[in-house]
């Protein structure tokens, strides 16, 4: 360990608060943000903290850690940290939070939940304060970097599907019209809970369905899994591949984005689908995804699905059957991602 840090556990150096009931109906809907596990909830003219604080889900989306830089209301399902409560800078025990994995804990049986003493008996390497801010500096930055990568790739993304349907909302007179299945390899994930038999494992970072959002990945909370390198050659994505979540809820049915090598090994689960285009010279993938998150697609998945209750999914063979249209490669609206295959 560096000179001047320590090993300490979470419950020595910050205190999780209980966040305060408040009601929707009275929230005023104006100036301070009021959090819930999953983030911002809506607004209120008070604050129940007094500057910045970390917001941390006590029920439901448990151990997901926030960060408002201002006065806010965390209601009854979080636990807070403000400056009263903790002599760390908030910044860097932010980043030291998310990296507990604190969403691994949970002793609720019916209601998913985080007592803070399993929280509290945590331990991490504690440095000098002054230290603590350069790395929360260093730390910013790279999150500032990721979050402009992902409004460009979101825009991206949109202007993709918007130039899509302008060019190709009905059938056009250049394009083939062909299937997913044809023009791509449609492959699902690994699981979850598979038998091992003894086989040499490495421990890998994999998508799960929450990191796979419209447009965008989510890689605030990716998760680790541990495969064998055969499973990690088979899983392994590659830039320009396309990622589509099996179902759930309706909302989720066929939502999708590219991937563009945001890790330098990552796999995928089994709830998500991996579309890699078998040649990238007649096919764009971003053309692709704008096929896919057109409304003709969404219709097409909401036909084809298994449905229950509320819950939506479709399998391998429902989504290589998706109608493509295919036009010229110079035709096709896109940034023209190419794919690498994997070191």
């Not at 918007?162 to 044809?182: D, K, N, S, W």
Request: hydrophobic share 40%; with cysteine; proline share 5%.
């Amino acid at each position: 360990m560096k000179a001047g840090w320590t090993e300490v556990a979470l419950g020595e150096i910050c205190e999780f608060r209980y966040g305060k009931a408040l009601k929707a109906g009275d929230r005023s809907g104006d100036r301070y943000p009021v959090y819930g596990s999953n983030g911002v909830v809506g607004r209120h003219t008070t604050a129940l903290t007094a500057g910045a604080t970390i917001v941390i889900g006590r029920k439901g989306s448990y151990g997901e850690v926030h960060r408002s830089e201002v006065p806010c209301w965390p209601i009854d399902t979080t636990y807070y940290i403000d400056a009263s409560a903790t002599a760390c800078d908030l910044r860097w025990l932010t980043y030291a939070l998310r990296g507990l994995r604190l969403t691994e804990l949970n002793r609720a049986a019916a209601v998913p939940g985080l007592n803070r003493e399993d929280a509290y008996r945590r331990r991490l390497a504690l440095p000098p304060l002054d230290e603590q801010r350069r790395i929360a500096r260093v730390l910013d930055a790279a999150e500032a970097v990721r979050t402009m990568r992902r409004r460009s790739i979101e825009s991206a993304s949109s202007f993709a599907a918007a130039l899509y349907r302008a060019m190709f909302g009905g059938i056009h007179p250049t394009c083939e019209v062909t299937t997913l299945g044809q023009v791509s390899d449609v492959t699902s994930g690994i699981t979850k809970g598979r038998r091992i038999n003894g086989r040499v494992l490495t421990e890998v970072p994999y998508l799960a369905v929450s990191n796979v959002q419209a447009g965008h990945l989510d890689m605030t909370n990716v998760k680790t899994i541990e495969a064998s390198e055969p499973e990690i050659a088979r899983f392994r994505l590659a830039p320009g591949d396309l990622l589509l979540t099996e179902g759930g809820d309706p909302d989720k049915l066929g939502r999708g984005t590219l991937w563009s090598g945001e890790l330098d090994v990552c796999i995928h689960q089994n709830h998500i689908f991996r579309v890699r285009v078998h040649d990238p010279d007649q096919v764009d993938p971003v053309f692709l995804q704008g096929q896919v998150a057109s409304a003709a697609a969404r219709s097409y998945f909401l036909r084809a699905a298994k449905q229950t209750t509320g819950i939506a999914s479709i399998n391998r063979t429902q989504l290589q059957a998706l109608p493509v249209q295919l036009p010229p490669i110079d035709l096709q609206p896109g940034s023209c991602v190419k794919r690498r295959a994997p070191a």
